[in-house]
């Protein structure tokens, strides 16, 4: 079992940057591939950024790409979204989530929601105009 805690997130007006975090907790020692999902108000669950276990491998929404970076640091079992220029559109609760790569590469990385196994609570974004 993987808990994931989110944090970051807060109130900004359009062009700041924010960083989240989301912090892993519990069987921290098995490879997992790690993803951000945000969910506006009246609208579905969409996919923001993936990484895989060795961080060597990235995806982005195309609506990111070029301002929003994902990492992580495996030794801290933390992982991050670097989020630049933000847009008001993109006010969301934004979710991390985690993948049990068990003998899967540890290049793998997920843009889909169902794959992920565990989820964050999520944390807040809103974008002023």
């Known amino acids: 079992q993987v808990r994931l805690a989110e944090s970051g997130g807060g109130l900004v007006q359009a062009g700041d940057s924010l960083r989240l975090s989301c912090a892993a907790s519990?069987?921290?020692?098995?490879?997992?591939?790690m993803g951000w999902f945000r969910q506006a108000p009246g609208k579905e669950r969409e996919f923001v950024a993936a990484?895989?276990?060795?961080?060597?491998?990235?995806d982005y929404a195309d609506s990111v790409k070029g301002r929003f970076t994902i990492s992580r640091d495996n030794t801290k079992n933390t992982g991050y979204l670097q989020m630049n220029s933000l847009k008001p559109e993109e006010t969301a609760v934004y979710y991390c989530?985690?993948?049990?790569?068990?003998?899967?590469?540890?290049?793998?990385?997920?843009?889909?929601?169902?794959?992920?196994?565990?989820w964050g609570q999520g944390t807040q974004v809103t974008v002023s105009s």
């Open positions: 519990g069987r921290t020692s098995s490879r997992y591939a």
């Open positions: 989530a985690a993948k049990a790569l068990g003998y899967l590469s540890a290049s793998s990385y997920y843009n889909e929601g169902y794959n992920y196994d565990y």
């Open positions: 990484i895989s276990w060795s961080g060597d491998t990235t």
